[in-house]
């Protein structure tokens, strides 16, 4: 029902930033909420940020401060900005969304490779 596109991966220093994109179509409801979670080798997919149509975020602790979240709920897209970006943020990168009733309905991208490295 719903297909998430990310877009904006690369390489880039540390120190340096980068900003993510995600293109979400099909059948959206008015209520959501948009985010992003990555995935290191060998670990487990853990939450970046999150943002709801209300407006609420999540951030996990290690971004705070240096990554901003953004979404445009007209357009169903969400953003990632990731400034003094760090070695230990090089993962894939993957978009998500969750609707329904008690946010039962997830979705995923198919991911995007960010990697930082001198």
């Known amino acids: 029902q719903v297909q998430l596109v990310e877009s904006g991966g690369g390489l880039v220093q540390p120190g340096g930033s980068l900003r993510l994109s995600c293109a979400a179509s099909?059948?959206?409801?008015?209520?959501?909420?948009m985010g992003w979670y990555r995935q290191a080798p060998g670990k487990q997919r853990e939450l970046v940020a999150t943002?709801?149509?209300?407006?609420?975020?999540n951030y996990a602790d290690s971004v705070k401060g240096r990554f901003t979240i953004s979404r445009d709920n007209a357009k169903n897209t969400v953003s990632l900005q990731m400034n003094s970006l760090k070695p230990e943020d090089t993962a894939v990168y993957y978009c998500?969304?969750?609707?329904?009733?008690?946010?039962?309905?997830?979705?995923w991208g198919q991911g995007t490779q960010v990697t930082v490295s001198s």
């Open positions: 998500n969304l969750r609707q329904g009733t008690y946010y039962t309905r997830t979705y």
């Open positions: 099909g059948t959206i409801f008015s209520v959501n909420v």
């Open positions: 943002l709801g149509t209300d407006g609420s975020t």
